[in-house]
T-cell receptor, first 114, second 115 residues
C-alpha cells in the first residue's frame, strides 16, 4: 500500500494568482497522477508525473496552466496558474504501484478561487 | 477507448433498505481491472474493491456485495441493509492492462440514506 500526504487541504485564492499543491508518498513510485474533480463531477486526469521526464498531459490540460514537478520518486507538485473561478475544484494526487492493484489517493486539495 | 457509465446520478433510500448501484464499462482490452471507490462528504476516496477481468466470481464483504458480469459489461454494487453512514458518492473505475496505470472513472452515484 501507499500513504499519500497532500497539502494544503484547502485554500481560498484570488483570481490571477497561482497555487502550488504538494504530494508526498511514503514509498518510491514511478508514476504519480494528478486528477481534478470539479464540483459535483467525477475525477478527470490532468497529467501523469514521471520522475526524470516531463509530465504527460491529457487533452484539455496544458503545461503553462498546470505545471508539474517531479524531483524524486516520492514527491510531486502541481501548480494551478493564473487562477480563475472555473479552477475551483478538488485536486487529487494519486499513485498506483503497478497495473494490477488499486490506486491510492491523497486527501485532496479543495480550492476555491474568488 | 475505455469508458465507464454510472447512469444513476442520485439515489435516495431509507435506512435498512437494500440498494444497488449500477456500473457499465467499455473496453477493447481483454485484460482489465474494475474498482469501486467511496467518497464521503469529507472528500477522500476510499477504496472498496478490485476485480480483474478473468475473475467473474461475485464477492461479498459484510453488507457489501459485487456482481461482475462480463456478458453485459457490468460491475454492480449492492449495499444490504443500508445505513446513514453509507451516504456518499460512489465511483466505479476501470483500468486497462495496456494503459499507463491511470484509472478512468464513471460520473459517480450520490447515495443518500435517510434515517
Amino acid at each position: 500500500s501507499a500513504v499519500i500526504s497532500q497539502k494544503p487541504s484547502r485554500d481560498i485564492c484570488q483570481r490571477g494568482t497561482s497555487l502550488t499543491i504538494q504530494c508526498q508518498v511514503d514509498s518510491q513510485v514511478t508514476m504519480m497522477f494528478w486528477y481534478r474533480q470539479q464540483p459535483g463531477q467525477s475525477l478527470t486526469l490532468i497529467a501523469t508525473a514521471n520522475q526524470g521526464s516531463e509530465a504527460t498531459y491529457e487533452s484539455g490540460f496544458v503545461i503553462d496552466k498546470f505545471p508539474i514537478s517531479r524531483p524524486n520518486l516520492t514527491f510531486s507538485t502541481l501548480t494551478v496558474s493564473n487562477m480563475s473561478p472555473e479552477d475551483s475544484s478538488i485536486y487529487l494526487c494519486s499513485v498506483r504501484l503497478d497495473t494490477i492493484t488499486e490506486a491510492f489517493f491523497g486527501q485532496g486539495t479543495r480550492l476555491t478561487v474568488v | 477507448a475505455q469508458k465507464v457509465t454510472q447512469a444513476q446520478t442520485e439515489i435516495s433510500v431509507v435506512e435498512k433498505e437494500d440498494v444497488t448501484l449500477d456500473c457499465v464499462y467499455e473496453t477493447r482490452d481483454t485484460t482489465y481491472y474494475l474498482f469501486w471507490y467511496k467518497q464521503p462528504p469529507s472528500g477522500e476516496l476510499v477504496f472498496l474493491i478490485r476485480r480483474n477481468s478473468f475473475d467473474e466470481q461475485n464477492e461479498i464483504s459484510g453488507r457489501y456485495s459485487w456482481n461482475f458480469q462480463k456478458s453485459t459489461s457490468s460491475f454492480n454494487f449492492t449495499i444490504t441493509a443500508s445505513q446513514v453512514v453509507d451516504s456518499a458518492v460512489y465511483f466505479c473505475a476501470l483500468s486497462e492492462a495496456t494503459s499507463a496505470r491511470q484509472l478512468t472513472f464513471g460520473s459517480g452515484t450520490q447515495l443518500t440514506v435517510l434515517p
